[in-house]
């Protein structure tokens, strides 16, 4: 009869075998929100801190698997299961999961606009006017952040409303040059960041290095993406000055528990 830990690895097995057969990355986050949803909290948690330690080790597969897992956790509506979690993590000594699902105590929010300057964000967002020059409302920016042309697109993309952000990452004319600017862009808007991380450009290597080195990105969701970024993206993030000290610390650690670099000549896997 299996043991607890044993029980725990093939949960963990079976969690990567699930995940890797479906092919669609948005899918792949569905599925491991609703796993997340049916199992024990304690198995889950204890599955999935041996999926994080599998990553951490350079295991492909567990990596891959863990993109889809983060796309689930940064989803709305997780709040309660990753407080439950890092509970569980933090009294089972769950220590690979605890890093994934840290939330760092915040200090002063950073990229939340005051109400004069939210005031003067949306006069600016107002600049974009119909035929007969009259400010277009939330609900016509919405509306048109759907299939805007280029100028547009690019307008559009300094509405601070996180629902205009929102419909603009949904655009097919979108692209990566579009939006990078955006997500480094300084001061930022943790609302509309947090949106581009629940988008699926969030898988875009540029995109998620952008967030993680934004210091307006909320902490909660850098730290998860950190656990995403590859050996020499961390040692960026380790060393940027503009990040924020969770975020910097939490990168050292993974770096510590990584294994060593190849030598020059030597097989990489892709993920130093």
Known sequence: MPTGASRDAIRADGLVRATLSIGDEALRAHYVATVARAWPIDGLARALDILCQRAE????????????????????????????MQELAVVESLLALER????????????????????????????????????????????????????TMRRLLADPHPDVIR???????????????????????????????RSPWVHRPRVRLALVLNPATPLEIAVRITGLLLRPELHMVAGSP???????????????????AEPPGGRSDGVH
């Open 167 to 197: 419909r603009c990452l949904r655009n097919p004319r979108m692209t990566e040059d579009d939006l990078i600017p955006l997500a480094a862009r300084r001061p930022g808007r943790g609302e509309v960041l947090a949106e581009i991380a």
């Open 242 to 260: 503009g990040v924020a000290d969770a975020v910097r610390a939490i990168c050292l650690e993974h770096l510590a528990r990584r294994p060593p």
């Open 57 to 84: 080790q350079a295991e492909a597969s567990a990596r891959e698997v863990l993109v889809a897992v983060v796309d689930a956790l940064n989803a709305e509506g997780t709040l309660e299961l990753v407080h439950r």
């Open 100 to 151: 994934l699902i840290r939330t760092p105590g915040r200090g002063p929010k950073q990229g939340d606009a005051s109400g004069a300057a939210r005031n003067a964000d949306d006069a600016k967002a107002a600049g974009i006017r119909n035929a007969r020059g009259r400010p277009l409302t939330l609900g016509e920016r919405k509306s048109l952040a759907r299939r805007p042309d280029r100028e």
